[in-house]
């Protein structure tokens, strides 16, 4: 049957290899955003543990939280 599909498909070999490619680098993109967002969020909460709230994360953060959240 492949054998029937290559001469149509010869013309397209690029096309195919290239969405194949993509493909896998989306599939790459959204685990390493999952991940971020694990460590995100496990950071937060030893932070939020260790009793030092959400100010106790970056010092040198230029936006100011207000008070109620420390």
């Known amino acids: 049957m492949f054998k029937n599909l290559c001469p149509f498909v010869r013309p397209y070999r690029w096309l ?7 493909t896998l680098t989306g599939s790459f993109t959204a685990q390493v ?3 971020i967002l694990k460590y995100t969020v ?12 959400l100010a106790g994360g970056k010092p040198f953060s230029p936006i100011r939280l207000p008070r109620w959240l420390d």
């Open 16 to 22: 195919i290899a290239a969405t194949l490619f993509l």
């Open 33 to 35: 955003n999952a991940l």
């Open 42 to 53: 496990d950071e937060v909460n030893k932070l939020v543990e260790a009793g030092k709230g």
